[in-house]
């Protein structure tokens, strides 16, 4: 058996424009640059989305946006492995 690297992101609501689930323009350009880390070798990405005090849904929503890009551009960019993406949520 052998362990993958785990690279981890934390993002938090203020990533993300207010009330949406667009990512600020700062945070948006720093997804090619985790794509580029990830594509260095087999990993797992662990993304934790870090809530104080959003609405459930909107976290949920958030989460969701954020793995849908990083899925987008992983396919887009990334290296030629499938990239496990686990998704916590913590209040």
Known sequence: ATIGRVVRLDIADGAFEPGET????EWESGIAELVAKLSEKPSTLRLTYEADGEAKELVSKR????KKLIEKRWKRDGADYALPIEVEIVR
């Open 22 to 25: 667009v990512l600020r323009p």
């Open 63 to 66: 989460a969701t946006a954020i």
